[in-house]
């Protein structure tokens, strides 16, 4: 009869009080620490200040808000943060899983592609095919990292993401000391796990991988400083600026950052013979010779 009666009231849009003899079951506070440089969010999860509750907030993250001073940016104070060390740790973590999972799909012997015909130049070949498929798995794998860790951590898994953000006055001092710090050390476990996955140390992987007696390195670092360049606008553009909230959302905000990720990793790495690509993640491209 109780049953019934709760199912009536909800029915009739009535609220029946939980009998006091009725367990309840566990509360658990939900909480998703504010960041200006979650990646994918467009700034959706900041603080403004100007109440007793942001202040305390901005206190301990000054991050928290896109409207950091100088000082403020550069404080070192919010280190001691325990909030903030959880959050580089599920860093680190996810940097570990991620490039181990993009380095997996796209592994190859370390020996030089066929080189392409005069016929169909470099689309019939493997110097196509590896590109295309890591392409397609940066863009599938980013959009579901970016959707699982950014309210933890803001998903940046990335060095060059973190510095652009604390250049914008997006991520504080201490924010990027102990991020970057998690993803080389994320990254540098990922190529021991690589190499005992492998069983050796003779792989190369798309985005890392330059065979200088057929390309002058001086002419790639041009593609990588301009991919790179572009990788950092096009991630801002559709994953940090706030302007873009309304248009794209924290929902298909992880979804355009993949979608640039992948056509950057693509489009940079089948045009030059004896090139694997541009490397985009500096936690990434140290990675294939870290077991060595």
Partial sequence: MAVTNRRKARDSGDVEARPSSEPSGPHYRRYSQPFAGRLGANQA??????????????HHAPDATPHMSFWELMDMRPIKNLDLWKAALIEGIGTLLFVYITIWVNISPDTAPAAPTT?????DNATFLGPLIGGITNLVFITLFITSFGAISGSHFNPLITFATFCARLCSLPRLILYVAAQIGGGALAGLL???SWGGRDFKVGGCWLFTDIVPPREIFVVELVS???????????GLDPRQAKIIGPALGPFMVGLSVGTMSFASAFARYGYGG???????????????
């Fill in 228 to 238: 790179a360049t572009l990788l950092l606008f096009l991630a801002f553009g559709v």
């Fill in 119 to 123: 016929r169909y130049g470099g689309f």
């Fill in 194 to 196: 690589v190499r005992a």
């Fill in 278 to 292: 541009a490397g985009l993640n500096p936690a990434r491209s140290q990675t294939p010779p870290t077991p060595s």
């Fill in 45 to 58: 999860y900041v603080v403004e200040g100007g109440t007793s509750e942001d202040d305390h907030v901005l």
